[in-house]
C-alpha cells in the first residue's frame, strides 16, 4: 500500500503541493464567481476585486491561527512550522471570522451594505470548501475513526500502520458541494427576498453537516474536551436562525 503523493510536482527547488493548487483553485474559482454574481447586485466589479486582495490573507491568516491557537501544544515547542501551511492545517471557522471581519471593515470603509456584499461572495464558499477539502486527502489528514463500510478509505496511522476509515474529507466535500447547490438554486432562486438571506442560510446548512460529520473525526481541535468546530457550528445555526428571524421582521416592519 502507498498513500496518495502530496506533491503534485517539483521545479527545481520549488515544491508544489496538492493542497496548495486546490486551494488557490478554489480561491479563483470562488472570485469568478463572485464577479459574475455583483452584476445582478449592483455592485461594481472593481470593489469585488479590491475586497478579494483584502480577503484572501485575512481568511487564511485567520484560518491558520485558529488551528494554531488550539494546537499551541505543539507550535509553541515548533515555532518554525507556524508558517508551513502547505503542510495542512487550515481551520475554515477561523478563515469565516476573518474573512467576514474583513468585510464588515471593507464595507464600512467603501460605504457598502455588508449584506449585501456577503450573498454576493457566500454561495462561492461551499463550493470553495468542496475543492479543498481534497487537500486533505492528499495531506491524508482529516479522516475518520475506523470502519469496515465498503467506502472506507486506507491511510497510514503512525501507531496503528494501515488502516480503514471514514473519509469524512469526502462527506464534507459532499455536503459542501450540496449547500452551494441549495443556496443558489433553492434559495436564492425560490425563496430569497431581502439581503442576508444567502449568509445566514449557509450558517445553518453548512453548520448542521459539519456538526455531525465532525462527529466521526480523530483529529478535532478541542476546547476543554469539547470539539471545537462541533461547538462554532452550533453557534453558527443559532446565529443563522436569529438573523433570518431579524430579517424576516425587519422587512415586516418596512413594508
Same mark, same amino acid.
Given at each position: 500500500?502507498?498513500?496518495?503523493?502530496?506533491?503534485?510536482?517539483?521545479? +527545481?527547488?520549488?515544491?508544489?503541493? %496538492?493542497? =496548495?493548487? #486546490?486551494?488557490?483553485?478554489?480561491?479563483? !474559482?470562488?472570485? &469568478? /464567481? $463572485?464577479?459574475?454574481?455583483?452584476?445582478?447586485?449592483?455592485?461594481?466589479?472593481?470593489?469585488?476585486?479590491?475586497?478579494?486582495?483584502?480577503?484572501?490573507?485575512?481568511?487564511?491568516?485567520?484560518?491558520?491561527?485558529?488551528?494554531?491557537?488550539?494546537?499551541?501544544?505543539?507550535?509553541?515547542?515548533?515555532? +518554525?512550522?507556524?508558517?508551513?501551511? %502547505?503542510? =495542512?492545517? #487550515?481551520?475554515?471557522?477561523?478563515?469565516? !471570522?476573518?474573512? &467576514? /471581519? $474583513?468585510?464588515?471593515?471593507?464595507?464600512?470603509?467603501?460605504?457598502?451594505?455588508?449584506?449585501?456584499?456577503?450573498?454576493?461572495?457566500?454561495?462561492?464558499?461551499?463550493?470553495?470548501?468542496?475543492?479543498?477539502?481534497?487537500?486533505?486527502?492528499?495531506?491524508?489528514?482529516?479522516?475518520?475513526?475506523?470502519?469496515?463500510?465498503?467506502?472506507?478509505?486506507?491511510?497510514?496511522?503512525?501507531?496503528?500502520?494501515?488502516?480503514?476509515?471514514?473519509?469524512?474529507?469526502?462527506?464534507?466535500?459532499?455536503?459542501?458541494?450540496?449547500?452551494?447547490?441549495?443556496?443558489?438554486?433553492?434559495?436564492?432562486?425560490?425563496?430569497?427576498?431581502?439581503?442576508?438571506?444567502?449568509?445566514?442560510?449557509?450558517?445553518?446548512?453548512?453548520?448542521?453537516?459539519?456538526?455531525?460529520?465532525?462527529?466521526?473525526?480523530?483529529?478535532?481541535?478541542?476546547?476543554?474536551?469539547?470539539?471545537?468546530?462541533?461547538?462554532?457550528?452550533?453557534?453558527?445555526?443559532?446565529?443563522?436562525?436569529?438573523?433570518?428571524?431579524?430579517?424576516?421582521?425587519?422587512?415586516?416592519?418596512?413594508?
Amino acid at each position: 500500500m502507498s498513500a496518495p503523493n502530496p506533491i503534485a510536482f517539483q521545479i +527545481g527547488s520549488l515544491t508544489v503541493r %496538492w493542497y =496548495g493548487i #486546490l486551494i488557490a483553485s478554489a480561491l479563483v !474559482i470562488g472570485l &469568478l /464567481i $463572485a464577479a459574475k454574481r455583483s452584476d445582478k447586485a449592483g455592485i461594481k466589479r472593481d470593489d469585488i476585486y479590491d475586497f478579494f486582495i483584502i480577503m484572501v490573507p485575512s481568511i487564511i491568516v485567520g484560518a491558520r491561527l485558529w488551528y494554531v491557537i488550539f494546537q499551541w501544544s505543539y507550535y509553541s515547542r515548533y515555532p +518554525g512550522d507556524i508558517v508551513k501551511i %502547505w503542510n =495542512g492545517g #487550515l481551520a475554515i471557522h477561523g478563515g469565516i !471570522i476573518a474573512g &467576514l /471581519i $474583513a468585510g464588515a471593515l471593507f464595507c464600512r470603509a467603501r460605504k457598502l451594505s455588508f449584506l449585501k456584499l456577503a450573498d454576493v461572495f457566500i454561495p462561492a464558499l461551499p463550493l470553495g470548501q468542496a475543492i479543498g477539502r481534497w487537500g486533505n486527502f492528499f495531506n491524508q489528514e482529516a479522516y475518520g475513526r475506523q470502519t469496515n463500510l465498503p467506502w472506507a478509505i486506507t491511510v497510514h496511522d503512525p501507531s496503528l500502520g494501515w488502516i480503514r476509515v471514514h473519509p469524512t474529507f469526502l462527506y464534507e466535500s459532499i455536503w459542501d458541494l450540496c449547500v452551494f447547490l441549495i443556496l443558489i438554486f433553492v434559495i436564492e432562486r425560490k425563496f430569497k427576498k431581502s439581503d442576508g438571506e444567502l449568509l445566514f442560510s449557509y450558517f445553518i446548512l453548512y453548520s448542521i453537516g459539519r456538526f455531525f460529520i465532525e462527529g466521526l473525526r480523530t483529529d478535532s481541535l478541542m476546547f476543554f474536551g469539547l470539539r471545537t468546530a462541533q461547538l462554532v457550528s452550533l453557534t453558527l445555526i443559532a446565529v443563522g436562525v436569529i438573523g433570518l428571524v431579524w430579517l424576516k421582521r425587519r422587512k415586516r416592519n418596512q413594508s
